[in-house]
């Protein structure tokens, strides 16, 4: 996907984020589905994280650094990058850690202040991209060596993969909801 074409929709993506949020009480995005998932706070966590201190990251020292230029993707980064254009509907769970299970956020502003960070540093990425090309590649865990582009592609992807969690997390609020009437 073209650094444009991948703005736009992480546009598009990160606002649907931004509307949903307004709607939420901070007790409502601290609130845990039964099954002992993540809160739509931490949800909203994960993604401002994920994407300022790992896919950013990653992105940014493809940039600088022009190592591992021919090492290749993974079967699965090949099918998501080339032929689905994101991730399949499934469910990935991974086991709850310190390192991994995001914590609560501190406030509602705090996540507000996160997207907008987000919004930024996606915006000045892009234009880093339209100034020159990055070199190098950066492995992800799953998807194998991605270029800068695809890391910068997947942060608008990762969005996206996490509005079905979004959904479902929207349906546990609304059941609380109704059975505290």
Excluded at 110 to 126: D, F, S, Y
Aim: proline share 5%.
């Amino acid at each position: 996907m073209k650094p444009d074409k991948a703005h736009r929709f992480f546009l598009d993506q990160l606002s649907l984020w931004e509307k949903a949020l307004d709607a939420y009480s901070f007790e409502d995005l601290l609130k845990k589905p039964e099954d002992g998932g993540w809160s739509m706070g931490q949800l909203y966590i994960h993604l401002i994280g994920s994407t300022l201190h790992f896919q950013l990251k990653h992105f940014q020292h493809c940039m600088d650094e022009s190592e591992n230029s021919s090492a290749k993707k993974t079967f699965k980064g090949f099918l998501i990058f080339n032929l689905l254009g994101g991730f399949p509907p499934v469910r990935i769970k991974v086991p709850a850690s310190e390192e991994y299970t995001p914590a609560q956020p501190e406030s509602k502003e705090q996540l507000k202040r996160g997207l907008a960070k987000v919004r930024e540093r996606m915006a000045a990425a892009l234009e880093t991209l339209k100034q020159r090309k990055g070199l190098g590649k950066s492995e992800h865990p799953a998807l194998g060596y991605l270029s800068a582009e695809e890391w910068f592609a997947l942060i608008p992807m990762h969005f996206k993969h996490h509005l079905r969690q979004k959904k479902r997390l929207d349906e546990t609020l609304s059941k609380i909801l109704l059975e505290n009437g």
